[in-house]
T-cell receptor, first 115, second 111 residues
Framework: GAGVSQSPSNKVTEKGKDVELRCDPI?????LYWYRQRLGQGLEFLIY????????KSGLPSDRFSAERTGESVSTLTIQRTQQEDSAVYLC?????????????FGEGSRLTVL | GQQLNQSPQSMFIQEGEDVSMNCTSS?????WLWYKQEPGEGPVLLIALYKAGELTSNGRLTAQFGITRKDSFLNISASIPSDVGIYFC???????????FGKGTKLSVIP
């Protein structure tokens, strides 16, 4: 596709339920990032995938958060047993990293509201 | 993770005025990026800076990579209503693929 596509755009869930967020990166982009953006805040790094290398999960806030990516395609971010503090916009970005100068292209985000 | 110090947090300006915002860090960065985010959308890249001292323009926008590599500023000249949004700075350290983001500057333009 032309840009990074995320779904769903909005998700309202009850506390304790699991949610899955999906990201389709720009075709050919080898790197994929997930960020969390709380209301009025900057972007908080969650996880990074680069090709077939082991992902950098250092930003995941707890073991309730996990993410997968198959090759250089779609990624899913899963939040188990959601809590109210998980409410945020989850942004996915992709980049074509030949060297570490690649610019990130963001999707529109998935807005998660945990009641 | 570490966040950059971005200021001001918000600005209300009259249409036609110039705007300046900046980011500072205690760490050295090899790359500075400036993004704009509009409501309901993801951030969009405005300007990328890769060399200390570099000054780059994109239309009415001008950004500079500080000579110490610990700061950057963004100027917008002759602001217009469509400039409203949240502007984020982001920095990348040498050898790292992670971007560290500032908390954003929310810009409001009064017609």
């Amino acid at each position: 596709g032309a840009g990074v596509s995320q779904s769903p755009s909005n998700k309202v869930t009850e506390k304790g339920k699991d949610v899955e967020l999906r990201c389709d990166p720009i075709s050919g982009h080898t790197a994929l990032y997930w960020y969390r953006q709380r209301l009025g805040q900057g972007l908080e790094f969650l996880i990074y995938f680069q090709g077939n290398s082991a992902p950098d999960k250092s930003g995941l806030p707890s073991d309730r958060f996990s993410a997968e990516r198959t090759g250089e395609s779609v990624s899913t971010l899963t939040i188990q047993r959601t809590q109210q503090e998980d409410s945020a916009v989850y942004l996915c970005a992709s980049s074509f990293l030949r060297e570490i100068t690649g610019e990130l292209f963001f999707g529109e985000g998935s807005r998660l509201t945990v009641l | 993770g570490q966040q950059l110090n971005q200021s001001p947090q918000s600005m209300f300006i009259q249409e036609g005025e110039d705007v300046s915002m900046n980011c500072t860090s205690s760490s050295i960065f090899n790359t500075w990026l400036w993004y704009k985010q509009e409501p309901g959308e993801g951030p969009v890249l405005l300007i990328a800076l890769y060399k200390a001292g570099e000054l780059t323009s994109n239309g009415r926008l001008t950004a500079q990579f500080g000579i110490t590599r610990k700061d950057s500023f963004l100027n917008i000249s002759a602001s217009i209503p469509s400039d409203v949004g949240i502007y984020f700075c982001a920095g990348r350290r040498a050898g790292s693929y992670q971007l560290t983001f500032g908390k954003g500057t929310k810009l409001s333009v009064i017609p």
